[in-house]
């Protein structure tokens, strides 16, 4: 039978993980990996993790861990692992915003933290960006409470809302909201069929809750509307973005080469922004115009989301709240007391933000104060994981 190991299966937001207590784990962290690996089922060359927990695609295949707090403003730690599906690889360079929905519900019924019923608040510490996650849900009998009517797109059914509120969420990895030091940039957009070099490419990078590389669609003749099976039907698009990501990871500091980069393959997120225009989701609702105030598809692992990875949606609710990115010059969205509304592939995404400048010109004169969302979980099955 193997090893086993005490964990739970969870689905937070739009992704489902493998979560496990820190004293369950061996104190060898060099294991780690291993175990993960395992778990999920990965590397696995076919893509679908069958030997494992894994579900073939990156907002399935992760891992949590929760322990006593580290943090003197926070109430429980947790680490976020993203298990790579085809290569054995874990990476820790940032955080997942959807788990990060299910870790306070779970840390209070674990008994790691003490709360009363009614409104709870967990703080969370995430120990990859060593930034802090409040964690609002309802608490009954001791227990969070998971049935409710809030719906999150991309989810069926409804659930109880976990508000989520990331506190300070700039310079989440490389310690400054503008890493370039510019709200706008550009990278070299690559090499055409004729071997001439394609035109620059714009792009704005920002790291709030995690580091992000928003490209304009139209730069690759695209219009932001494109569902996940039209991206991932044109190889020559993925390469081009994937080698757009790898620059970005050079210029933001996160790796030191487009080699490192290409095996550091969490962060920066890559999305591409368009303008509001009526589309389609992954469920065939239809999305008005004038529902969104931009549309967004975002790349995790090499794969187009799709959803939207919640740090990803709060890191572009803080690029519009800034003058001169490429997300604000397609959304203009700053009235500060409005949620930016956000076409996704599995519908709309309200994320709130809070960006104020600098009086000082620090932090390439922005600083970002918070950024919010809801979210929903739900506990799927616990026991243990068993290992070859």
């Known amino acids: 039978m193997g090893q086993k190991i005490r964990a739970a299966f969870i689905r937070?937001?739009?992704s489902k993980a493998l979560v496990f207590h820190?004293?369950?784990l061996p104190d060898d962290r060099t294991s780690w990996d291993d175990i993960f690996l395992q778990a999920m089922g990965s590397p696995d060359p076919y893509g679908r993790q069958l030997n494992g927990m894994g579900g073939g695609i990156s907002s399935l295949s992760k891992v949590c861990v929760l322990g006593p707090p580290t943090h003197p403003e926070a109430d429980v730690d947790y680490l976020f692992a993203q298990v790579q599906v085809d290569r054995a690889s874990v990476d820790y360079g940032g955080n997942c915003g959807n788990m990060s929905a299910a870790i306070g519900p779970f840390a209070v019924d674990e008994g790691l933290v003490a709360v009363a019923d009614g409104a709870a608040r967990v703080r969370i510490h995430n120990v990859n960006t060593g930034k802090i996650i409040a964690a609002t849900f309802e608490v009954q009998g001791g227990r969070s409470v998971e049935k409710g009517d809030y719906v999150i797109k991309g989810v069926a059914g409804t659930g109880a809302p976990v508000r989520l509120d990331f506190l300070d969420p700039g310079?989440?990895?490389t310690g400054t909201l503008l890493p370039t030091g510019a709200v706008l940039d550009k990278i070299e957009?690559?090499?055409?069929d004729g071997g001439e070099a394609k035109p620059a490419l714009r792009v704005s990078m920002v790291d709030a809750a995690n580091p992000c590389a928003f490209f304009l669609a139209e730069d690759f003749g695209l219009t932001g509307a494109?569902?996940?099976e039209a991206l991932e039907a044109d190889p020559g698009l993925l390469l081009r973005l994937e080698d757009a990501r790898r620059q970005a990871s050079v210029a933001m500091g996160i790796t030191g080469s487009v080699e490192d980069a290409g095996e550091n393959r969490l962060v920066p997120f890559i999305a591409l922004v368009g303008r509001p225009a009526p589309y389609f989701t992954l469920s065939g609702e239809r999305v008005e115009a004038d529902?969104?105030?931009i549309l967004v598809r975002f790349l995790s692992s090499g794969r187009p989301h799709r959803a939207v990875p919640v740090t990803g949606g709060l890191c572009t609710a803080i690029a519009a709240r800034m003058v001169g990115t490429t997300?604000?010059?397609?959304a203009g969205h700053g009235e500060a007391d409005q949620p930016v509304r956000l076409g996704t592939p599995s519908g709309v995404l309200d994320a709130n933000a809070s960006v104020s400048p600098t009086a000082d010109g620090a932090n390439s004169g922005y600083v970002a104060e918070?950024?919010?969302?809801y979210r929903t979980t739900r506990r799927l099955f616990d026991g243990y994981a068993y290992l070859p």
């Not at 997300?327 to 397609?330: D, P």
């Not at 918070?370 to 969302?373: F, L, N, W």
């Open 12 to 14: 937070g937001g739009t």
């Open 22 to 24: 820190r004293d369950d």
């Open 171 to 173: 310079g989440a990895v």
């Open 189 to 192: 957009g690559g090499i055409a």
């Open 226 to 228: 494109e569902l996940p």
């Open 291 to 293: 529902d969104v105030d």
């Open 327 to 330: 997300v604000h010059s397609i």
């Open 370 to 373: 918070y950024a919010s969302t």
